[in-house]
């Protein structure tokens, strides 16, 4: 097959849905993107990448990131956070709260906001600064040194934050963050609004491909706790699509409100699209087409 032409048809096929949803405006540092954007990249775990689009525009990672503080958190710490945070697919929006009273403060999964709070909160105590692990991640494993934070997107959602801030300070009240609340707020802005491009995300995620080594070619992760970032991706990562997401595409997905997501192919390559539209579930209309289609085209669905 060649992948490069995979590539750039499957971006020419989505482009007529990008207008299709919305552009996050719940943070108004977001609002502004053009949705006349789409980029996508697929990195083959031997190195070589493909792109086509706006696949070197940066974008705000958004939720994506918490697929990288859960790895970091994982690769200190192997299993200690599933006592704070559980691993089932949640059934409701990213950013609800209704559980986490029945669940006494310990959330559905690390992927909704409740969960990447808890996650976040880990890794400072672990690294003393979450935000800043997560962009070293994502420099050493992109390749890619100039990878850092938007401070105006980071700001606005500071602003703007007071559903993030109730979670955190409810989890506080269970006893679940071992951080003052302001600090895990702090840096868990600062990681969702790290920028980055289709290229670079793509890169990075080549870890959960390749069984857990990263780019310098040493373990990052255990191969088993690659098996288990790609499963709750699986049935986590989309939230409240996530049945949606596996039935259309039928691999680990992670998306991010900043109109990102990326998918694994374990043993073969990772996958990042970007198209800033957003559907109901806050998973990008486009990003969804192109990687249904790039399943189809390829077979590289794990099912
Ligand atoms: N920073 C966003 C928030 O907390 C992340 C949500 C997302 O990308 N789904 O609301």
């Given at each position: 097959m060649d992948m490069q032409s995979t590539v750039e048809e499957i971006v020419a096929t989505v482009r007529?849905?990008?207008?299709?949803g919305d552009v996050a405006s719940y943070i108004p540092g977001l609002a502004?993107?053009?949705?006349d954007k789409f980029g996508m990249c697929v990195a083959m775990s031997d190195g070589e990448v493909f792109g086509a689009g706006d696949w070197h525009t940066q974008f705000s990672i958004q939720s994506i990131s918490k697929v990288f503080s859960l790895a970091l958190v994982m690769s200190y710490?192997?299993?200690?956070?599933w006592r704070r945070v559980s691993?089932?697919?949640?059934?409701?929006?990213?950013?609800?709260?209704?559980?986490l009273e029945a669940d006494q403060?310990?959330?559905?999964?690390?992927?909704?906001n409740a969960g990447a709070l808890v996650v976040t909160d880990r890794l400072l105590t672990l690294t003393g600064d979450a935000a800043h692990s997560i962009r070293g991640l994502l420099r050493s494993e992109s390749g890619?040194?100039?990878?850092?934070?938007d401070r105006a997107v980071a700001a606005s959602e500071a602003q703007h934050g007071h559903r993030n801030a109730a979670m955190a300070h409810f989890l506080a009240s269970y006893?679940?963050?071992?951080?003052p609340v302001e600090l895990v707020m702090e840096n868990y802005f600062d990681q969702c609004a790290l920028e980055i491009s289709t290229e670079d995300l793509a890169k990075a995620s080549l870890f959960l491909a390749r069984h857990g080594v990263s780019a310098g070619g040493t373990?990052?992760?255990s191969p088993n706790q690659s098996k288990r970032i790609n499963a709750v991706m699986l049935t986590c990562?989309?939230?409240?699509?996530a049945g949606e997401f596996a039935y259309r595409v039928g691999l680990p997905g992670k998306s991010g409100v900043g109109g990102g997501i990326i998918a694994v192919v374990p043993g073969r390559c990772s996958v990042a699209v970007w198209g800033p539209s957003l559907g109901p579930n806050g998973n990008s209309v486009a990003g969804i087409a192109a990687l249904d289609e790039f399943t189809t085209r390829t077979g590289w669905s794990i099912f």
């Open positions: 007529p849905l990008l207008r299709r502004n993107v053009s949705p710490d192997y299993d200690s956070i691993r089932e697919p949640s059934g409701s929006a990213f950013n609800s709260m209704v559980q403060g310990i959330p559905r999964n690390p992927f909704i890619n040194p100039s990878v850092d934070v006893g679940n963050l071992e951080n373990p990052f992760l990562g989309t939230y409240d699509a």
